[in-house]
Structures are given as structure tokens and as C-alpha cells.
């Protein structure tokens, strides 16, 4: 690009700006607060570094014009680096473009009032295409910046993320290198995780587990997806698990079963929580759509011994099929607080008949309701 000048000293336009870049440190600010007024998320950019960008953006737009020439290499490589600056505060790609705007805004502004009473009035429109052009040509390092940021910064990501599962995963880590990723995914490693899975098969698509990251931003809190053999666990950190579970089956589909883990404390809980989800969602194959650990957890701590506890429950299991009122009377007996009269009103007979279909149960499976252990066998028996 050319830096050859083509307005002369003297020239009223190059006066015009010359006489803006004379007061360039107020100007500045003023852009600055202009900008942290328009845009929130430049709260997140500290102040003393956005106003030194703003003040050499302005002077190096300010002596272009006064001189007639276009942005240098030079120039655009340094907008490029502010602008990955940006991207690594997490700003939106068109809250850094629009800066470039409400910059342009106010010193078109105030080149107009300055304008007014010099040899300059009415010729500072001449300003509007060159002033354009520099907008223009900065925006397109910007978006280029911040592409090539978001690319990378993704695919480092996606590989934390990965790492980090695994790590919780297998445990063989020392734990301050996996509270190290924690940190670097936004996580705090001492606070509360929880986590989510799902089977694995609707995620395995090219882009599919990225959709879901993508959409897990809009919430609240941290959310890290990954896969991890026949599962995609998800590892959050102040989320609403339901909110989350909701996304989660909106995108896989109506058919699809989670499981819900404990809210548990520090990286040895996210382990914990992990496992949780995992028998949560062997109980949500079972019936059900979102099912919470909190909520089966009996059943979900269950099902790992299924094969080895199957002779405790083989006589109860075998007595439910065969006689179904019994067990429907074991079942409100338990749902009743153990009160014979209050299960003989929800099954509308009279407690002497409660007492004696519960006796009958003692005697075929040799499981007393009546007791907490006998009770307990039953309904695990009845409903497992």
C-alpha cells in the first residue's frame, strides 16, 4: 500500500486533522468510553490497554487522512495482534469489528465541528472514502485474526477437554497436571462438578459433539463434552443439569437416555460424579429419559451386582410373577410409611387383609415386610 503523501502542508484537510491529532489523548478516551458504553463484553479487556490501542489506532487513522494515504503492512499487522488480543479475552469477532465503527462515528463527528469557520468546511466530506477505506482494510485483518484465533484456540480446546476426561477417567495423573487442564477449561479443580453422559453412538458424527459444545456455552457455568469409549460424558461446573440434559436431547434426539450424576466436591468428586452418571443412565435404558443418580440410586447402585445378588431376589422375583396382588401390597405398605391402615386405605380393603397378604409374602419368600431388611429385599426384588 502507498505511503506516499498527497496532501501538502497547508492543505485545509490536513489541518482539519492534524488539529484533531493535537488533542489526540482526549480524543481517545472519549472513543474508548464510547466503545465500554456500547459494548459490555469489553468489560472483560483491562481499561489501560484498551486506551492505549484506541490512542494509536486514532493516530495512525488520523495521520493517514491527514497525509492521503492508505494503512501500511506495517499498520495492519499491528491491528491483527490487538485483534488477537481480543480473541484470547473471549470478545466477540463482531463487538471488535464494530470498535472500528463507533471510532469512525465519533471522529467523523468531531472532524465536522472542527470543520466548521476553517478554509476546511464543506471539503471534509472528501474524508468519508479514505476514512471508509481504513475501515474497511482494518476490519479484514480483524476477522482474519479472529479466525485463525477461534480455529486454533478450538482445536486445543477440543484436545484439553479430551485430555481431561480421560484424565478423570483412568485417575493415573498426578492431580495438580489434571487440575492444571481443570484451570486452563475454566474449571475451579476445588469447586463442585457434575456430570452427564449419554450413549456415545448419536455424537460420532463429524461436528456433532461440537454442536453441543457450542450450544452448552449459552448456559451458565462450564461444560466440557467428550467421548469416552461407549459414552459422551459431559463434566459440568455450575450448570443446571436440566437445562443441560434438555440441549443434550434436543440435539440427539427424542430416543436418546441420560444419566445424571451427584453434585460432588473437587476433582475426586468429578470421578465420582462420573461413575454416578454411568449407572444413572444403565437405570434410564431400563425406562425412562433423564434419569438422576439422586433420584435411582439404589437401583443405579445396584446394577453392577445384579449377577452376583441375583439368589437374594430369585424367590421374590419368582413370587411377584406368580402372585401380583401380594406385591402390589408389599409396595403400598412401603409407599404407606408401613402403616396397615393407611395401606389398607390406598388399596380400599381392610387392614386385617393387609396384615395377612403381607404374612403370605413372608412365608413364600422368606422376606418379612415388616422388618426395614425385609422390606428393602422386597422392593429392590419387586421393582429391580
Known amino acids: 500500500m502507498t505511503s506516499t503523501p498527497v496532501r501538502p502542508d497547508g492543505h485545509p484537510l490536513r489541518v482539519l486533522c492534524e488539529s484533531l491529532l493535537a488533542r489526540l489523548d482526549d480524543l481517545s478516551d ?57 480473541a484470547y479475552y473471549g470478545l466477540p469477532v463482531q463487538d471488535a469489528l464494530a470498535t472500528f ?28 472514502a479514505p476514512m471508509w477505506l481504513w475501515v474497511q482494510a482494518a476490519s479484514g485483518v480483524v476477522a482474519d485474526a479472529f479466525a485463525d484465533e477461534a480455529g486454533s484456540r478450538y482445536g486445543r480446546e477440543a484436545g484439553l477437554r479430551q485430555r481431561f476426561l480421560e484424565l478423570l477417567s483412568t485417575g493415573g495423573a498426578p492431580r495438580e497436571h489434571t487440575a492444571e487442564i481443570a484451570r486452563e477449561l475454566g474449571f475451579d ?90 449407572r444413572a443412565l444403565a437405570v434410564a435404558r431400563l425406562g425412562g429419559r433423564a434419569t438422576s443418580f439422586e433420584d435411582v440410586w439404589l437401583r443405579a447402585s445396584l446394577i453392577d451386582s445384579r449377577e452376583r445378588l441375583q439368589p437374594l431376589f430369585a424367590e421374590v422375583r419368582q413370587v411377584t410373577g406368580e402372585q401380583p396382588l401380594l406385591a402390589e401390597t408389599v409396595i403400598a405398605f412401603a409407599d404407606s410409611g408401613s402403616s396397615l391402615a393407611h395401606t389398607a386405605t390406598v388399596l380400599g380393603i381392610h387392614p386385617n387383609t393387609v396384615a395377612y397378604r403381607l404374612g403370605q409374602w413372608h412365608k413364600l419368600t422368606g422376606a418379612d415386610p415388616r422388618t426395614f431388611a425385609g422390606l428393602l429385599r422386597s422392593v429392590v426384588g419387586i421393582t429391580g
Not at 462515528?105 to 468546511?121: I, V
Open 189 to 278: 479443580p476445588d469447586g463442585d462438578f457434575r456430570a452427564l453422559c449419554t450413549p456415545a453412538a448419536p455424537w460420532a458424527a463429524q461436528g456433532h459433539l461440537s454442536l453441543l459444545q457450542r450450544s452448552a456455552r449459552q448456559l451458565a457455568g462450564t461444560v466440557s463434552c467428550g467421548l469416552s469409549g461407549q459414552l459422551m460424558i459431559a463434566v459440568t461446573q455450575r450448570t443446571d443439569p436440566a437445562e443441560l440434559a434438555t440441549r443434550v436431547i434436543s440435539l440427539s434426539g427424542d430416543d436418546v437416555r441420560v444419566g445424571v450424576g451427584l453434585d460432588r466436591s473437587g476433582l475426586a468428586g468429578a470421578e465420582m460424579s462420573i461413575a454416578d452418571a454411568e
Open 101 to 128: 465503527h463507533i471510532g469512525a462515528r465519533r471522529l467523523w463527528d468531531e472532524l465536522q465541528a472542527s470543520a466548521r469557520g476553517t478554509a476546511a468546511e464543506g471539503a471534509e466530506v472528501e474524508l468519508v
Open 30 to 86: 472519549v472513543v474508548t468510553d464510547d466503545i465500554r458504553r456500547e459494548l459490555p463484553s469489553y468489560a472483560a479487556l483491562p481499561l489501560a490497554e484498551q486506551r492505549t490501542t484506541v490512542h494509536n489506532r486514532l493516530r495512525a487513522l488520523l495521520r493517514g487522512l491527514a497525509l492521503g494515504v492508505e494503512p501500511t503492512a506495517g499498520q495492519l499487522l499491528e491491528f491483527q495482534a490487538e485483534s488477537r488480543r481480543r
